[in-house]
């Protein structure tokens, strides 16, 4: 095979590939070709003059005494040869000595060469798919964006990213939506897998807390420049989420940052959420006044967490005014269950003898002719 150096450079520039990389990946075709057409059991090396820029096959023998063991062996046999017939070659040879036997495929007719074309492709394909499982395996959590090809029966959406399809199964798409082909839609990577059988696949998502977080850095240049931290995020995807943000520059709001002016920012990504109502926190590593933040709009008493037998934050039982408890639980225990998610604790509630008044102050229940007092000054 001439000027083997050229084609590998060529292959690479037209799949995006090391040439490199591609050089090994011929050279393992070669040898499995070899192998193939020659004998399975042979130790063959394909080696690359780079001058002449021609590849050929090297069989490689190793020169053993004439009663050693793994010459009666049929598997390693063809490997060695014993220092007798190894002299036949070349009488300067000793034990241990390594005899290299030329082979050229040519030499081997049709069946090799288009063996070798088999093997050539088999191997430049798994590389380029190699090649693209490493780049999207390391996108896992990153947006992406594409062109909707195809929805089949069962609700799966495949879009066209890049060089490859990737699906939107019909469970991570958010609740009420509808894409048809050609629609342009963002999503975030779930997972990638790779199998012989049917090659890459991606899946992507719409309801992961990860593409809210991507479409708020997006959205927001203090989060895209490390300035607000996305700490933590829930969400129950078309209803409502919950962002925990922290500030590393003292003069930037956290949460104002995020909110954006008049609610420009949230507002954008709520709309790519179909309507998710998105609650910002501060952040702290302070876990009681942590909880009672994520516990917003309700107003909290006090907060208790009890830690487990390794220490860890398990549970927080949250005392709270008794017209407060709706607020805390939301509608259908939303509010409840994001805290819950974004705390990674489990949440007790118990109301106390106290209410809010009009300026959300916490103050004693007022009943008996003390609240008649109150009720006529």
């Known amino acids: 095979m001439e000027k083997i150096l050229d084609i590998a450079e060529a292959i690479g520039h037209e799949k995006g590939l090391q040439p490199e990389k591609v050089l090994e990946a011929l050279k393992t075709a070669f040898i499995q070709t070899a192998k193939r057409v020659i004998d399975p059991n042979f130790a063959f090396e394909a080696v690359v003059d780079e001058e002449s820029k021609n590849i050929k096959i090297v069989q490689t023998i190793t020169v053993v005494a004439d009663d050693d063991e793994r010459l009666q062996d049929e598997e390693s046999a063809p490997a060695y040869i014993s220092i007798t017939d190894a ?7 000793e034990l241990g000595d390594q005899l290299q036997i030329d082979h050229d495929l040519e030499d081997y007719g049709r069946t090799a060469a288009s063996g070798l074309h088999r093997e050539i492709e088999y191997h430049i394909q798994r590389l380029v798919e190699d090649e693209v499982y490493n780049k999207y395996k ?3 959590g990153t947006l992406v964006s594409g062109r909707v090809t195809r929805v089949d029966a069962q609700n799966a959406t495949y879009i066209e990213v890049d060089e490859i399809r990737a699906v939107l199964p019909m469970k991570s798409r958010i609740k009420g939506e509808i894409f048809e082909v050609g629609d342009h839609i963002k999503a975030v990577v779930r997972r990638v897998n790779m199998d012989k059988e049917h090659g890459i696949s991606i899946e992507l998502s719409r309801t992961s807390p990860k593409f809210l977080e991507a479409l708020l850095e997006l959205e927001v240049p203090e989060i895209a420049d490390g300035t607000v931290i996305i700490e933590k995020s829930a969400r129950i995807p078309g209803e409502r989420a919950k962002v925990a943000v922290l500030s590393t520059h003292p003069q930037v709001d956290a949460v104002g940052a995020t909110v954006g002016v008049k609610g420009v920012r949230i507002n954008s990504v709520s709309a790519e959420l179909i309507g998710e ?3 910002c926190i501060e952040y702290t590593n302070i876990p009681e006044l942590f909880v009672s933040r994520v516990m917003s709009p309700a107003i909290i008493s006090h907060v208790e967490i009890v830690k487990n037998e390794e220490g860890e934050n ?7 005014p008794s017209d407060q408890k709706s607020k805390a639980i939301g ?3 939303i509010n409840i269950r994001l805290a819950s998610m974004l705390t ?3 949440i007790e509630l118990i109301e106390s003898d106290e209410t809010t008044n009009e300026n959300g102050e916490i103050e004693e229940k007022k009943d ?4 008649l007092e109150a009720l006529f000054s």
Request: hydrophobic share 35%.
């Open 138 to 140: 390391s996108k896992v």
């Open 87 to 93: 002299r036949e070659y070349d009488d300067q040879v």
């Open 368 to 371: 008996g002719v003390d609240a």
């Open 344 to 346: 990674d604790m489990q």
């Open 277 to 279: 109502n998105i609650d």
């Open 314 to 320: 398990e549970k927080a039982i949250i005392t709270l």
């Open 331 to 333: 509608k259908s225990g």
